[in-house]
Nanobody, 123 residues
Framework: QERLVASGGGLVQFGGSLRLSCVAS????????IGWLRQAPGKEREGIVC????????WYGDSVKGRFANSRDHSKNSVYLQMNSLKSEDTAVYYC????????????????WGQGTQVTVSS
């Protein structure tokens, strides 16, 4: 069965760090661009990171640029989102998603979605 499983969320203090993981099963992540998206309470879902399959191109939203970094471990068929200097406004449910066509603006074009993991930043 093809799926993505996200994990690593939790409660962290303002200024702290977390690393989210996203593990694929049933397909190779190597061939897919990876997106990280989040949805805060009462807000629309927003894309914050997109990382091309080759790793040559990465886009970070202004709200996370310089604080978040995506990486891949091909041997584990996994991707990671390192989140540093966390702020209260980073509180959200975080999703990983994979798309074979390359990074896109439209969320509904992703081929696979992780189930979401809650990140809560306390002030």
């Amino acid at each position: 069965q093809e799926r993505l499983v996200a994990s690593g969320g939790g409660l962290v203090q303002f200024g702290g760090s977390l690393r989210l993981s996203c593990v694929a099963s049933g397909f190779r992540l190597d061939y897919y661009a990876i997106g990280w998206l989040r949805q805060a309470p009462g807000k629309e879902r927003e894309g914050i990171v997109c990382h091309s399959s080759s790793g040559a191109n990465a886009w970070y939203g202004d709200s996370v640029k310089g604080r978040f970094a995506n990486s891949r471990d091909h041997s584990k068929n996994s991707v990671y989102l390192q989140m540093n200097s966390l702020k209260s406004e980073d509180t959200a449910v975080y999703y990983c998603a994979a798309i074979i066509a390359g990074c896109v603006d439209a969320d509904d074009l992703y081929d696979y979605w992780g189930q979401g993991t809650q990140v809560t930043v306390s002030s």
